[in-house]
């Protein structure tokens, strides 16, 4: 069964700081794997796709990896603002998407 | 891009009233849509998976006959939550599978913007 874990939680930084979020998964056998923007009530922006043959993928800002042998993915933003504070959420298709906890983002000004 | 529409995006109603949603691809066929449940600060958790012209898939400890799911054409799929509880108060968020060209085998899911049911 695939489990989906997200770390930290929760995270606070300055205006301006990069940071990494992380993302593992325990089963590889995937087809890709999905970073997800969600603002509170709302539902889902889709911001990077990483098809399972590829090691990453870049959108202005934001750069995501992926490792499958190791079950890892991260997403790096660069040079954060108080808008990109939102909860991040990462999710592995195989044959269902499964979703991991989040990250609750607060980007201070 | 593939849109997917939700509707409503929130109702209110009564205890033991049911409440259908909606959930359309606007722009492609859907032969699949999945429908989640997210309780507050908690993540998405897959309820049941959709299949146009079968009955739906339901994950272990989702009640069937209170999640009803039809998903009678390629374009739209519905859940109905029957005698709803106040415990059935969720956010419930669809998406469909669209096919991403040459990339045989892996699908892209395109999520609706949710609907918040509030049961009183």
């Known amino acids: 069964k695939q489990e989906v874990t997200q770390i930290p939680a929760a995270l606070s930084v300055p205006e301006g700081e990069n940071l990494v979020l992380n993302c593992s998964f325990t089963?590889?056998?995937?087809?890709?794997l999905q970073w997800f923007r969600q603002d509170p009530g709302k539902g889902l922006t889709s911001l990077l796709l990483?098809?399972?043959?590829?090691r990453e993928q870049t959108s202005g800002r934001l750069n995501a990896s992926l490792d499958k042998s190791s079950g890892r993915s991260t997403l790096y933003i660069a040079a954060s603002q108080p808008g990109d504070s939102a909860t991040y959420l990462c999710?592995?298709?195989?044959?269902?998407?499964?979703f991991g906890q989040g990250t609750e983002l607060s980007v201070k000004p | 891009g593939a849109v997917v529409s939700q509707h409503p995006s929130w109702v209110i109603c009564k205890s033991g009233t049911s409440v259908k949603i909606e959930c359309r691809s606007l722009?492609?066929?859907?032969?699949?849509m999945f429908w989640y449940r997210q309780f507050p600060k908690q993540s998405l958790m897959l309820m049941a998976t959709?299949?146009?012209?079968?009955?739906?898939?339901?994950e272990q400890g989702v009640e069937k006959d209170k999640f009803l799911i039809n998903h009678a054409s390629l374009t739209l799929s519905t859940l109905t939550v029957t005698s709803a509880h106040p415990e059935d108060s969720s956010f419930y968020i669809c998406?469909?599978?669209?096919?991403?060209?040459?990339?045989?085998?892996?699908?892209?899911?395109?999520f609706g913007a949710g609907s918040r049911l509030t049961v009183l």
């Open positions: 998406s469909a599978r669209d096919r991403v060209p040459g990339y045989s085998g892996a699908n892209v899911l395109t």
């Open positions: 990483i098809q399972s043959s590829q």
């Open positions: 999710a592995v298709q195989g044959g269902k998407l499964i």
């Open positions: 722009d492609f066929q859907a032969t699949t």
């Open positions: 089963d590889s056998a995937i087809y890709n």
């Open positions: 959709s299949n146009e012209g079968s009955k739906a898939t339901y």
